[in-house]
């Protein structure tokens, strides 16, 4: 695998590598960042830095640094000579493509997120990721992604022949770590004594900080936790807001925890908030990690009205909708979330959808497109059919109670608390690191020890696209 920054601070790629560590392949993380000798192995993989000579940054310009990190990529791979390469994020596609083409291995793009839609700061490094993604994407063995509306994006832009893998940011903590969060906030144990909004996850633009602080002042009495590290940059011009708007002993901006210790801190809380602003198409179709560790917590949700987000909790029934940049909308849809966080009914939908929402289950979509990619076909189409697709044109969920619009909405997911019934068959130790569309991988049904080359360009079985069955 292939990483732009530390895996330690990636939970997705963790969760992703440890799952396929777990099922027998022989995983190697390649990361844009420091490994220390004690820590080159992690939850079943093993990790090897490919960060250039510090001098190298100290006298070179920022563009042939990149060249310089490039070169390091493609020399690691070269190194490891793996059978695929599982290329995180649009930066890794060109080292990916390079490594893969010198090889010969499979080459597979995790797209986090819908890359020609972010707002960069430097106009040629959007050309860039938009030219890299034109030339690389149609050529990969196969596409994963983290929602269904990115997923369809991709395709229809790409013209690919099947439909991305949905892999979502799904949570695998537990909320069994050690909690403290209203304890460093000077709080009572309970919400009797002090209700608290939780904002899990770095501060930054567009993220609907400002506007949450706004919806607060309509809120007397009510806490409110910013939980994370800002982004570099941001974080003095956030306090210096909240400073003015005389919020200081209200609003309180905690580092980031442990991830063993992120989700009992999470469930101390009495609703976790997600207001990506709507200022593009990528978060327009996001699916935000924290959303599902307030889930994994037990916690309700207030989260911004933008269509795949809103699918998801008017599905399930677990909170609020709001325009995200409106603070009166927002600030009503936090106090119903607070005035009804007790409600049996909205307890036992979020623990349901925790049930389902949970890492064991979302796997399988990864397992199955290794094993199909390893060749051996053994597996049945209901294999990645444990979550049931969201409805297609979901009606608007408004401040009020959740799930209202489905009067029987218990009977309504009856799919929740069931099991996956399938196995997923226990792959051949395939070696990830790398990969290209003209790679081949032992059968490893064949007696004769010979290879077959998948025809990839046709695109994956219907496992591996997210079209499950109710």
Not at 66 to 89: G, K
Not at 100 to 106: D, E, I, N, V
């Given at each position: ?31 844009l ?18 960060l ?12 042939l ?10 020399a ?12 995180h994020?649009a ?22 997120e819908?890359a ?7 106009r ?10 034109r ?46 969060l ?5 709080l ?12 899990q ?26 939980l994370?590290?800002?982004e570099?940059g ?23 925890v442990?991830?063993e210790?992120l ?20 978060h ?26 809103r699918?998801l ?9 709001a325009p ?24 036992k ?14 796997q ?9 990619l ?8 209901e294999t ?5 697709r ?6 608007v ?8 619009r ?10 929740l608390?069931?099991q ?7 792959p ?19 007696t ?20 499950h069955?109710?």
């Amino acid at each position: 695998m292939l990483l732009h920054k530390s895996v330690e601070f990636d939970s997705r790629v963790r969760r992703e590598a440890s799952a396929l560590a777990q099922a027998g392949h022989e995983v190697t993380v390649l990361e844009l960042a420091a490994v220390p000798a004690q820590a080159r192995t992690m939850d079943g993989f093993a990790r090897r830095s490919v960060l250039p000579r510090a001098w190298l940054r100290r006298r070179l310009p920022f563009n042939l640094y990149r060249a310089a990190f490039l070169w390091c990529f493609v020399a690691e791979i070269r190194r490891v000579r793996p059978d695929v390469v599982h290329a995180h994020d649009a930066a890794m596609l060109l080292p990916g493509m390079l490594g893969a083409r010198l090889t010969q291995a499979l080459l597979v793009y995790d797209s986090h997120e819908l890359a020609t839609s972010v707002p960069y700061r430097e106009r040629l490094w959007a050309m860039f990721v938009g030219g890299i993604e034109r030339l690389v994407v149609p050529r990969c063995a196969a596409v994963i992604t983290v929602s269904e509306g990115i997923a369809q994006r991709l395709r229809e832009r790409y013209r690919l022949p099947r439909t991305p893998c949905v892999v979502r940011n799904v949570s695998a903590l537990t909320p069994n770590g050690r909690g403290g969060l209203r304890a460093q906030l000077g709080l009572g144990g309970s919400a009797a004594s002090a209700p608290l909004v939780l904002h899990q996850g770095a501060p930054a633009p567009a993220r609907g900080c400002e506007v949450l602080i706004e919806a607060l002042k309509r809120l007397p009495d009510v806490q409110l936790a910013f939980l994370g590290d800002p982004e570099p940059g941001y974080g003095a011009g956030l306090r210096s807001f909240i400073t003015a708007q005389g919020m200081d002993r209200r609003v309180t901006l905690l580092p980031s925890v442990p991830l063993e210790d992120l989700l009992a801190h999470t469930a101390e809380a009495d609703v976790g908030v997600t207001l990506l602003q709507d200022t593009c198409l990528n978060h327009r179709l996001a699916l935000p990690n924290k959303l599902f560790e307030y889930i994994a917590a037990g916690v309700p949700v207030v989260a911004a009205a933008l269509p795949e987000t809103r699918r998801l909790v008017e599905t399930y029934g677990v909170g609020w909708c709001a325009p995200p940049a409106d603070p009166v909308a927002v600030a009503q849809a936090l106090k119903a979330a607070l005035d009804g966080r007790s409600d049996p009914g909205l307890r036992k939908r979020l623990a349901r959808a925790a049930e389902e929402l949970c890492w064991e289950r979302e796997q399988l979509r990864l397992l199955a497109l290794y094993e199909w990619l390893s060749g051996s076909g053994a597996h049945e189409h209901e294999t990645v059919s444990a979550q049931k697709r969201y409805p297609r044109e979901p009606s608007v969920i408004a401040p009020g109670v959740p799930g209202q619009r489905r009067q029987e909405s218990d009977r309504a997911h009856p799919e929740l608390s069931a099991q996956p019934t399938a196995q997923v068959a226990q792959p051949d130790q395939t070696r990830i690191g790398v990969g290209t569309p003209h790679a081949r991988l032992p059968d490893r049904h064949s007696t004769t020890g010979s290879q077959h080359t998948p025809h990839l360009t046709q695109g994956p079985p219907d496992i591996l696209t997210p079209s499950h069955r109710g």
